[in-house]
C-alpha cells in the first residue's frame, strides 16, 4: 500500500508569519520519508469541520507551487479541484503549469464542490448539484482533450456550459496527470470514475466494499477495466504515539484488504510536521507490503 497526505487544517503553531517555514519543512519531511503524494485541500475558507471560515486557509495551487520548490520525488494534487472555482481550460494550463514546473509530478483531483458558503461569500459562483455535475463531466472532458498529443486537441469545443475556441496547450506535461474523482456518490460520481477517471477517492467507512461494487458494475457498462482504475481512500491520520501509530497502520491493513492501494491521510493539529515524522517513521514501513 502507497500513503500520501493531505494538508488541509492551516492552525499551525507560529501563525502567519510561520507558514512559508512550516510548510516547506513539512514538504521536505514527506519528501525524505517515502510518501506517494501530497495533497492540498481546494478551499478558499476552512470548512466548518476544521473550525470554520475564521480559521486560516491558503490557497489551493499556490500552495502546492510552493511544495513543488522545496521536494523533489513527491506527487502532488488538489484534494480536490472544485469544479466551479475556475473555467476548465485554465484548470487545464494551471496543472500543466504545476506539471512541468515540478518535472512531472502533478496529478488531477477534481470534484462537484460542495461548500456553497464559502463561494458565496467570496461572489463565486455556485450552481445547483445537478448543473454541477454536468460541469464536472465536461471539465473532465475538456483537461483530457488539452492534455492529448504535444499542444492539446485544438479544436473548438461547444458544450453546455464551456464553449473553447482553440483548446491550445504549449507547453504540454511532462507527463499526463494522472485524474482522481473524487466521491463516492453511486448515480453520478462513481459513473464518472468509471467513464474517465485513472482512479477513485472514498472513505473507508463500512460501505466501502459495496461502493467498489457499484464502481465495477459502472466499468462494465462503460466498457471499463476494472483493475486499472485505482482504489484510494481518504480518512485523517492523528496518531499522537507510537501505540496510536500502531493501531492506525491495522488499521491500513484492513482497508488494504478491501482492495485499496493508496490511502491519503488528511493532516490535522498544530504540530503536524511531528505527525509526518511519526507516520513515516511507524506506518510506512509497516504498511508497505500491504
Not at 517555514?21 to 520519508?33: C, E, K
Not at 506535461?173 to 464518472?192: F, H, W
Not at 467513464?195 to 462494465?220: F, I, Q, S, T
Request: charged share 25%; aromatic share 6%.
Amino acid at each position: 500500500m502507497k500513503l500520501g497526505l493531505a494538508f488541509a487544517d492551516y492552525a499551525w503553531e507560529g501563525g502567519a508569519e510561520r507558514m512559508a517555514d512550516t510548510l516547506a519543512t513539512m514538504a521536505r519531511t514527506a519528501d525524505d520519508a517515502g510518501f506517494d503524494v501530497l495533497g492540498v485541500a481546494d478551499h478558499v475558507w476552512q470548512g466548518p469541520h476544521m473550525g470554520g471560515p475564521e480559521q486560516p486557509m491558503l490557497e489551493c495551487f499556490t500552495t502546492l507551487a510552493t511544495i513543488a520548490a522545496h521536494t523533489r520525488r513527491i506527487r502532488l494534487m488538489p484534494m480536490v479541484a472544485g469544479v466551479h472555482f475556475r473555467a476548465p481550460g485554465l484548470l487545464a494550463k494551471t496543472v500543466t503549469t504545476l506539471n512541468v514546473l515540478s518535472g512531472g509530478r502533478t496529478d488531477l483531483g477534481i470534484g462537484a464542490g460542495w461548500y456553497e458558503e464559502e463561494a458565496r461569500g467570496l461572489g463565486i459562483d455556485f450552481p445547483p448539484t445537478s448543473e454541477r455535475f454536468e460541469r464536472l463531466e465536461e471539465a473532465l472532458r475538456i483537461c483530457l482533450g488539452m492534455w492529448a498529443g504535444e499542444r492539446g486537441d485544438e479544436k473548438p469545443v461547444t458544450g453546455r456550459h464551456y464553449r473553447l475556441d482553440r483548446p491550445l496547450n504549449v507547453p504540454q506535461n511532462l507527463t499526463r496527470p494522472r485524474i482522481v474523482v473524487g466521491g463516492g456518490g453511486e448515480k453520478k460520481t462513481l459513473r464518472l470514475v468509471a467513464r474517465y477517471a485513472d482512479a477513485c477517492n472514498l472513505y473507508p467507512g463500512p460501505d466501502l466494499g459495496d461502493k467498489l461494487d457499484v464502481l465495477r458494475r459502472h466499468c462494465e457498462a462503460e466498457g471499463r477495466d476494472f483493475e486499472e482504475i485505482e482504489k484510494t481512500c481518504i480518512m485523517p491520520f492523528t496518531p499522537h504515539d507510537a501505540a496510536s501509530a500502531d493501531e492506525l497502520a491495522g488499521t491500513l491493513r484492513q482497508i488494504a484488504g478491501a482492495g485499496v492501494t493508496r490511502v491519503i491521510g488528511i493532516l490535522e493539529g498544530r504540530n503536524q510536521a511531528a505527525l509526518i515524522e511519526l507516520i513515516g517513521e511507524r506506518v510506512l514501513p509497516a504498511v508497505a507490503d500491504a
